[in-house]
């Protein structure tokens, strides 16, 4: 089945900087999801974009996606230390997630004060 | 605060055992779905359920179950269990029957196999 990969798998920033992850995945798609984790904790949803946007934008996030290139990248800009946590792409398929949305393994972003 | 409910929130249990975890969706969502998380496989789908039917399944063993009950809240029967078994086990909810609206996770049972 197809999977999204993030790339970095582990990234460490000072805290104001700008954190850029992500995502490939192997087939078509009608949306690409972008949830957090803390650890331990269940996943929040971040944000959604439909295989017909390019770039949406919700507060200090902004989410690009290129379907040409089957990627997208998640951008957190002027970060806290409060954005320290794992950061998971999920992709669902051209049958509108009949099998559910995968995953991939996730970005493990570090904001150093 | 997502409005899923997993419980319990840690499970030991020996190799052989059964165990039941269960979830309460978040109130007017129809859809109910079961994930695993473990260090190595990552995330994984293990089933779907919509207003009581299941719609989707994913990499769930034989040895798993799941059903989904008249009130929407869901249960995850694992069996035989081996020491492999142990993960996170998340539940989560959407309103629809899709994967084109966000998942509601709730906060997982850590389940530990010994």
């Known amino acids: 089945s197809q999977q999204g990969e993030e790339d970095p798998q582990a990234l460490s920033i000072q805290e104001g900087e700008n954190a850029t992850m992500n995502c490939s995945y192997k087939?078509?798609?009608?949306?690409l999801q972008w949830y957090r984790q803390n650890s331990g904790r269940g996943l929040v949803h971040l944000i959604l974009?439909?295989?017909?946007?390019r770039e949406k934008h919700s507060g200090r996030l902004r989410v690009t996606l290129d379907t040409s290139k089957k990627s997208s990248s998640l951008l957190i800009t002027a970060s806290r230390a409060a954005d320290t946590a794992s950061y998971f792409c999920?992709?669902?398929?051209?049958?509108?997630?009949?099998?559910?949305?995968?995953f991939g393994k996730g970005t493990h972003l570090i904001i150093q004060p | 605060d997502s409005g899923v409910t997993q419980t319990p929130k840690h499970l030991i249990t020996a190799t052989g055992q059964r165990v039941t975890l269960r979830c309460s969706p978040r109130?007017?969502?129809?859809?109910v779905y079961w994930y695993q998380q473990s260090l190595d496989q990552g995330l994984q789908f293990l089933i779907q359920?919509?207003?009581?039917?299941?719609?989707a399944k994913g990499n769930i063993l034989e040895r798993f179950s799941a059903q989904q009950f008249p009130d929407l809240h869901s249960e995850l029967n694992l069996s035989s269990l081996e020491l492999g078994d142990s993960a996170l086990y998340f539940c989560a909810s959407s309103p629809r029957d899709a994967a084109n609206s966000p998942l509601h996770f709730g906060n997982g049972t850590r389940l530990t196999v010994t």
């Open positions: 109130s007017g969502d129809l859809s």
């Open positions: 087939t078509s798609i009608n949306n």
């Open positions: 359920y919509y207003n009581g039917e299941e719609r």
């Open positions: 999920a992709t669902d398929g051209p049958g509108g997630g009949a099998d559910g949305l995968t």
């Open positions: 974009i439909r295989s017909n946007e």
